[in-house]
């Protein structure tokens, strides 16, 4: 059962105390005299609905109203007033209150409009609770909590919440661009439509037009009697992800950043202006920028297409998730296959930690299925994925024994200071190598993009 958070906000003693009494059987209820108090509290636990007197003291409730669906939109607003001033009630409603009531309060009067207004948090709530269980069910990289999925994760589900803003994802073969795609999908208003997937790269370049943006009878030799729709049609009111983007022919390409402009487009030899809503996601492992230097890319396409641009890290970058993931993938082909494994044995933990992976999360659950289709239980064993108890790593980590560092002195040293030195030391390098290029500097510190450029940023290298 959903519980519900009310913030009362009232300068008078008596009715914090009795609207509080007469609520707080049914709901988490906080009580406060000024609006400075109750935003102050808003930071580590913003509530389900807020009741805002408007003759406060100090800032008064119009302000407060303002302020607080800026830094929280979702979060609503019944406004007390002493007298129905129909101004005040225009006033508080543009800046976004959703219902207002009169002293002398009328609990039976306010019951009702907290019903109400809590009625919508319910659904948005239960629509947040059955994509929250998409996610966790269905797209297993997001399992695990290591700092660079946690921010991707982060990041997406603010920028998800557009139902049409573009987003570009950038990332090496194999570490889940679809699935964070899906993730996008599953949290965005969209979530009930279409996601609808077209790999750039496997479709044939004289192809991926008609296939695109469909087409009408007798466009070309071949074509159906009826016409087509293409897949932009069929992602309408949803997701079209386009995978590989770095593919799309020239041609394809203009008619692309058409839609993506006004939202319009043609079928192949059509005449008739079509125009749909639904969301473009696109994922490469190519460098555009590289692309567009050669003329194999518009500029103009990669601008629109990544208005938004995620990095999506490499399963290197996020090795404390190996282990969830490992024992996620077992599950899954422990059930498909109907065997009994129930858990991962310390050498092969030791072995998937030591692993370089260059495949990523593709190669680590290829790797786990192989092992759980082939192995007898109830422990996944080294012999069952066949890797030699992290040879690579040990290879590596050979290598890292003979990294020579100063001696510690007697006096002991800085270590904060000296970290941050080391790390300005090497991400000057890193920029210097890539050119300024920030995303290939990323890559050669094996470092997620949006951490680089918060380390870069706190740092405050130039």
Not at 99 to 126: F, H
Not at 168 to 193: C, M, V
Not at 393 to 405: E, T, V
Request: charged share 25%; net charge neutral.
């Amino acid at each position: 059962m959903i519980q519900y958070s009310i913030y009362i906000v009232d300068d008078e003693e008596t009715i914090r105390e009795g609207v509080s009494m007469a609520l707080e059987g049914d709901y988490k209820v906080q009580a406060f005299a000024t609006a400075e108090g109750a935003m102050y509290a808003m930071k580590d636990h913003p509530p389900d609905l807020v009741l805002l007197d408007i003759g406060l003291p100090g800032m008064d409730g119009i302000e407060a109203i303002g302020k607080i669906k800026d830094l929280y939109p979702d979060v609503l607003i019944i406004m007390i007033t002493a007298y129905e001033d129909i101004d005040t009630v225009i006033s508080a409603m543009r800046l976004g209150a959703y219902d207002y009531v009169v002293k002398p309060l009328q609990m039976d009067g306010l019951e009702v409009a907290i019903r109400n207004a809590l009625e919508s948090v319910r659904l948005r709530k239960e629509v947040q609770i059955l994509q929250e269980q998409y996610l966790k069910e269905n797209l297993p990289c997001i399992v695990g909590a290591s700092s660079a999925i946690q921010d991707v994760m982060d990041f997406i589900g603010m920028v998800a919440k557009s139902p049409d803003t573009p987003i570009l994802l950038i990332g090496e073969t194999g570490t889940g661009k679809e699935l964070i795609a899906h993730a996008i999908h599953y949290r965005s208003p969209n979530f009930k439509g279409p996601f609808v997937t077209v790999n750039c790269a496997a479709i044939p370049k004289d192809l991926i037009e008609s296939e695109l943006f469909g087409y009408e009878k007798g466009a070309f030799s071949g074509a159906r009697t009826s016409g087509k729709k293409g897949l932009l049609e069929e992602a309408a009111n949803g997701t079209l992800f386009l995978d590989e983007v770095g593919d799309l022919s020239f041609e394809a390409q203009a008619k692309l950043l058409r839609f993506l402009e006004g939202g319009e487009f043609y079928r192949v030899g059509g005449t008739s202006r079509l125009q749909i809503q639904t969301r473009v996601v696109s994922a490469t492992n190519k460098d555009l920028d590289s692309l567009i230097e050669k003329d194999l890319f518009r500029k103009d396409l990669y601008f629109r297409l990544g208005v938004v641009k995620v990095q999506v890290p490499s399963l290197n970058e996020r090795r404390d998730d190996i282990i969830p993931m490992a024992k996620h993938f077992l599950l899954e082909f422990s059930n498909k296959f109907g065997k009994t494994f129930t858990g991962i044995s310390k050498q092969v933990e030791s072995a998937l930690m030591a692993y370089n992976w260059t495949g990523h999360v593709r190669e680590l659950k290829n790797l786990i299925e192989r092992g759980a289709l082939t192995g007898k239980g109830p422990w996944l064993s080294i012999q069952d994925l066949g890797i030699k108890g992290g040879e690579k790593g040990k290879k590596q980590k050979r290598a890292k024994d003979k990294m020579a560092f100063p001696p510690l002195p007697e006096t002991g040293i800085d270590f904060a200071s000296t970290q941050e030195s080391l790390e300005r030391y090497y991400i000057k390098e890193a920029l210097k190598m890539a050119g300024g290029n920030e995303s290939k500097a990323a890559k050669l510190l094996h470092m997620n993009h949006h951490t680089f450029r918060y380390r870069r940023k706190k740092l405050q290298i130039e």
